[in-house]
């Protein structure tokens, strides 16, 4: 499955992947990595956690500068500063 073809099909939708806690950031992430990437699902406290132990196979790490903006199929992780 494309990047496209992910968000045409889950856009607007809430997705609860590991159907605990109910629907999270984290299971949209999963749901991603399972469909679009086939890539490994992660065990994580929280989205936050992504960035330190992202599955460098699928992902580059690209931080966060002006001159960055993210491009279809990029997965964006905001840090705690942003909020809880």
Known sequence: MQP???LNKYNGKAVD???AFG???VDLYD???KEALNAPILLVNGA???W???P???FDKIPNTPDGFPQL???MIWGTGIGP
């Open 4 to 6: 496209q073809d992910f």
């Open 23 to 25: 629907d999270q950031c």
């Open 31 to 33: 749901q991603y990595c």
């Open 17 to 19: 992947y590991d159907l």
């Open 52 to 54: 330190d132990n992202y």
């Open 73 to 75: 199929g990029d997965v």
């Open 48 to 50: 936050v956690n992504i």
């Open 56 to 58: 460098t196979d699928h």
